[in-house]
């Protein structure tokens, strides 16, 4: 009994001790670093038809210069005029899909998406006709 009590004691000395003890947070040394050093960044800005798609799945069928799947924007913005008509029609294939212009692969419908995001996608696309 007194050696059960006297291990009991010494335990809980020993684990009392230990909530005391608070290790030193590691730092690491400060490092100057000239600004001469330091890597032009460029800042990229997008549109937001451009960010539309950029979030969106167009990827997986389109790209901005090659054929995929689908056409490349750059073909749809050499194939329609960059009009109010030309906007609005893109923005029902977004929404709507289709097939049979570019071919026998139909374009899946995006109905999610909205009419005036739609045409911001579509000035965007347009916006690449050289």
């Known amino acids: 009994m007194k050696r059960t009590l006297l291990i009991l004691g010494v335990t809980s000395v020993f684990v009392a001790s230990l909530s005391a003890f608070k290790p030193e947070p590691k730092t690491e040394p400060a490092v100057n670093i000239s600004t001469a050093i330091l890597p032009k960044i460029a800042t990229v800005q997008m549109s937001g ?5 950029a979030k969106s799945d167009c990827i997986g069928c389109h790209h901005k210069i090659n054929k995929l799947i689908g056409p490349s924007y750059t073909d749809v913005a050499k194939k329609y005029p960059k009009n109010d008509k030309s906007i609005a029609y893109l923005a029902g294939k977004i929404i709507k899909g289709g097939s049979g212009v570019w071919g026998k692969i139909p374009m899946t419908p995006h109905p999610k998406v909205s009419q ?10 347009l ?4």
């Open 49 to 53: 038809g451009e960010l539309l798609i």
């Open 116 to 125: 005036s995001d739609a045409k911001l996608m579509a000035k965007y696309i």
């Open 127 to 130: 916006s690449l006709k050289k």
